[in-house]
T-cell receptor, first 112, second 117 residues
């Protein structure tokens, strides 16, 4: 079955710097890759997703890139702010034919 | 849009009692709802998948008689933890995907913190 590896497990950056979180997946049939942000004591919030028919997607300060050949995808956050501090999870699925498989999460700390 | 609610947000119960958690999709009809469990500082673990009007599909290792799931309508799913024990204490989160939206996108509820004494 699918396996999703996520790195790093913790990431500390200065406010204004960029943050990059990387994930790899094993199932070549996976075609949907969402990213979730989870604040302490809350449910995960979808922040951006990408499907396998595109290589990059951007939404303001957040972008996701996908390399299908290498089976990895990354989350890029630019101009980080303290409110970006949270745990970020990547996930992969075969779309409507499969369940989401989550990475282990990255705790991002943005220091003012 | 894509709002999913859970009730209660937290619950404390005595060992041996049952607890019901509700999950509602507020602004869309959810053909499929998922129940996850999350331990501190860990990732989400899928417990079961439920489709409206049919029996839930449980992941390996999840006791279906202990974690009863009912998906009676397109906007409501419930998880009942029967005969709860301290080891059932956890953060339970539901998600929903469904009609009128990308059918592979899951929107999560805010979670329910269960503490069993």
């Amino acid at each position: 079955g699918e396996n999703v590896e996520q790195h790093p497990s913790t990431l500390s950056v200065q406010e204004g710097d960029s943050a990059v979180i990387k994930c790899t997946y094993s199932d070549s049939a996976s075609n949907y890759f969402p990213w979730y942000k989870q604040e302490l004591g809350k449910g995960p919030q979808l922040i951006i997703d990408i499907r396998s028919n595109v290589g990059e997607k951007k939404d303001q300060r957040i972008a996701v890139t996908l390399n299908k050949t290498a089976k990895h995808f990354s989350l890029h956050i630019t101009e980080t702010q303290p409110e970006d501090s949270a745990v970020y999870f990547c996930a992969a699925s075969r779309g409507s034919q499969g369940n989401l498989i989550f990475g282990k999460g990255t705790k991002l700390s943005v220091k003012p | 849009g894509a709002v999913v609610s859970q009730h209660p947000s937290w619950v404390i119960c005595k060992s041996g009692t049952s607890v019901k958690i509700e999950c509602r999709s507020l602004d869309f009809q959810a053909t499929t709802m998922f129940w996850y469990r999350q331990f501190p500082k860990q990732s989400l673990m899928l417990m079961a998948t439920s489709n409206e009007g049919s029996k839930a599909t449980y992941e390996q290792g999840v006791e279906k008689d202990k974690f009863l799931i009912n998906h009676a309508s397109l906007t409501l799913s419930t998880l009942t933890v029967t005969s709860a024990h301290p080891e059932d204490s956890s953060f339970y989160i539901c998600s929903a995907e469904g009609q009128g939206r990308n059918t592979d996108t899951q929107y999560f509820g805010p979670g329910t913190r269960l503490t069993v004494l």
